[in-house]
Structure formats: C-alpha cells, structure tokens
C-alpha cells in the first residue's frame, strides 16, 4: 500500500480564494482524521471520521472550513474563504480501528498570502 | 511583528548515546498512547504504542515507559544514530477516540 496520500504537497493561493485538500486513506482503513499543524498551536485534530460519517468536529475553527468523505477512498477539506491566518501544514491520517495508531500522509503546505 | 511560536523542549545528545524523552498527559481516562517521530517536511511516522494496562514495552532501540499514577510517558532510545534527529510527538487517545498530541521535542544527535 502506498499509504496515506495527500494532495497537492504545497498550495500557494491568494485571500478570499476557494482552497481544497484532498486525502486518499489506506484501503481498509474506517477512521480518518484531518489534522493541522503550525508553530503557534502544534498538530490540532480538526474533524474525524468513522466509515464516511463524521464523529467530531469540534476542532473546525470556523464555518469557513468544512470537510467531507464521499466514499471510503476520498475525503476533502475545504477552505472557503481562505485568510492568511489559515495558513499552515495540514495532514490526512488513516487508522483501521481507534485502538491502533493513525497513519499520516505527507501534509499539504498551504500558504495564503 | 513576529509571531510567537511554540517552544519546542530541545534534546542533544551524542551519537551512541541513549536518550530519554518524557511526555506529560492530560487525561487521566486516556488509555491508549503512541509515539511519533517527525522529520522535516514529513508526516508524523509511527514508533511504538502502549495501552494503559501496561507499563513498558519495548521495540528495536526503542522502550516506552508508562506511569499512570503521574501521568507521565517516556521514550527511551538506545544508541542514538544521526538518523534520529528529528522532532517526538507523545500522542494519547481518550475516550472520544481521537488522538491528542503533545507540543513535541526536538533531538538533535551530536557527532
């Protein structure tokens, strides 16, 4: 399996534009987590899922975020729309159960300038 | 201005050494615990697990100590390599059965 992959690596877009992540989990896999990560605040959960539903989304900052899985292969988290503050790596993990540990993908560094 | 970021606790050691890195947790009802290394410009990789009805468990080069009277977590590595540097995030899983991470420490392996 090739893992947790993430796209794209690096998003450059200006304030006020639509920004959307992706994350492909591993196969298999029923819990998928969104995580942000930034030197002021460390890795935030953001919003997570249990078979395509989403559990908890309390990490959400604002209405501006919002996040979906249509299918057990593909989420989304999509920023709209985007200020400078939002600016930061975010990762997709992947874990089979919630006892086990989570798979991370290689981030998406998102700069909104 | 600049803004102020997190302090991350440092860690030097030499090479060939062993290194100890601690984690304080928050919730006492967490019962699930992992460690994860960082490098840069990488995703948090997994090192090694421990539920909460054990106390130690060990992997290659690396030992994870549980002590769940002070809340207190520990990663042990023996015999650092250069291939260690990187930044350890101490994870626990509560109830709500999401992950919470620590700030994390930086390990820097000295020639």
């Known amino acids: 399996d090739a893992g947790v992959i993430q796209s794209p690596r690096h998003e450059v877009t200006e304030m006020g534009q639509e920004v959307t992540l992706r994350c492909k989990p591993i196969?298999?896999?029923?819990?998928l987590f969104w995580y942000r990560q930034t030197m002021m605040r460390g890795l935030e959960l953001l919003i997570y899922f249990n078979n395509n539903v989403p559990i908890d989304d309390s990490g959400m900052p604002e209405d501006r975020f919002s996040a979906k899985m249509p299918n057990a292969s593909f989420s989304t988290l999509k920023i709209q729309p985007s200020e400078p503050r939002d600016s930061a790596v975010y990762f997709c993990a992947s874990s089979p159960h919630p006892n086990t540990e989570a798979f991370f993908g290689q981030g998406t560094r998102l700069t909104v300038v | 201005g600049e803004s102020v970021g997190l302090h991350l606790p440092t860690l030097s050691v030499q090479e060939g050494d062993n290194s100890i890195i601690n984690c304080a947790y928050s919730?006492?009802?967490?019962?699930?615990f992992i460690w994860y290394k960082q490098e840069s410009g990488k995703g948090p990789q997994f090192i090694i697990d421990?539920?909460?009805?054990?106390d130690k468990r060990q992997g290659q080069r690396v030992t994870v100590l549980l002590n769940k009277t002070v809340k207190h977590l520990s990663l042990q590595i023996a015999a650092t390599q250069p291939g260690d540097s990187a930044v350890y995030f101490c994870a626990e899983r509560g109830s709500a059965r999401q992950l919470t991470f620590g700030s994390g420490t930086q390990l820097t392996v000295l020639p």
């Open positions: 196969s298999g896999h029923d819990y």
């Open positions: 919730n006492s009802a967490s019962d699930y």
């Open positions: 421990i539920r909460s009805n054990m």
